[in-house]
């Protein structure tokens, strides 16, 4: 969960993860969260740090990340109010869970190669299985994605800007993305 250099296209810092957090769970002192797409463990440290009592359920279909992060859980000692499931987002369908939030950094579809068995034959069918699976939560849904996916949902309530510094693949020295409510 931690990185000294950039060496991702996309690596979402705790302190990041905690402000958002801070700011959408707005005075909650032991909330529930969705990570659709844990990824590393950036929001998982973030969460955890800010809510020590809260509940994180992480999604990771990446067999060597999500033992990766079950190890980042034993490190750190957390108990059973952190969840780690290796699962696709698209098959963990808990609709009528109540989530005090639901937060991820989304992958880049065909920008970001992981070395898993999740596979989209195209931007069309992964728009359709991926990112319309979020239309079937009621929760408050905040998605950090580049500015262009953000045309992907309709109806949404808040735009919020995140620049950073660009990865190792990028030209600039900086890089713009959105924050979005859903």
């Given at each position: 969960g931690i990185s000294a250099i950039r060496g991702t296209i996309s690596f979402f810092k705790p302190v990041l993860a905690a402000s958002i957090y801070r700011h959408f769970l707005e005075g909650k002192t032991s909330?529930?969260?969705?990570?659709?797409?844990?990824?590393?463990?950036?929001?998982?440290?973030?969460?955890?740090?800010?809510?020590?009592?809260g509940t994180y359920i992480g999604l990771e279909p990446n067999v060597e990340t999500y033992e990766e992060l079950l190890s980042l859980k034993l490190k750190c000692g957390f108990d059973d109010s952190v969840q780690i499931l290796n699962v696709k987002f698209e098959d963990y369908k808990q609709y009528d869970r109540v989530y005090d939030l639901i937060?991820?950094?989304?992958?880049?579809?065909?920008?970001?190669?992981?070395?898993?068995?999740?596979?989209?034959?195209?931007?069309?069918?992964?728009?359709?299985?991926?990112?319309?699976?979020?239309?079937?939560?009621?929760?408050?849904i905040v998605l950090n994605l580049p500015c262009e996916f953000t045309a992907l949902f309709?109806?949404?309530?808040?735009?919020?800007?995140?620049?950073?510094?660009?990865?190792?693949?990028?030209?600039?020295?900086?890089?713009?993305?959105?924050?979005?409510?859903?």
């Amino acid at each position: 969960g931690i990185s000294a250099i950039r060496g991702t296209i996309s690596f979402f810092k705790p302190v990041l993860a905690a402000s958002i957090y801070r700011h959408f769970l707005e005075g909650k002192t032991s909330p529930t969260v969705l990570d659709p797409c844990a990824g590393f463990g950036g929001r998982l440290l973030g969460f955890k740090s800010m809510y020590p009592t809260g509940t994180y359920i992480g999604l990771e279909p990446n067999v060597e990340t999500y033992e990766e992060l079950l190890s980042l859980k034993l490190k750190c000692g957390f108990d059973d109010s952190v969840q780690i499931l290796n699962v696709k987002f698209e098959d963990y369908k808990q609709y009528d869970r109540v989530y005090d939030l639901i937060f991820t950094s989304i992958p880049y579809f065909d920008l970001e190669l992981y070395s898993n068995t999740v596979h989209y034959d195209d931007f069309n069918q992964w728009k359709q299985n991926f990112i319309g699976e979020f239309l079937n939560y009621k929760n408050k849904i905040v998605l950090n994605l580049p500015c262009e996916f953000t045309a992907l949902f309709q109806d949404v309530k808040e735009i919020h800007y995140l620049k950073h510094n660009g990865g190792p693949t990028s030209d600039n020295s900086s890089k713009i993305e959105h924050i979005i409510v859903i």
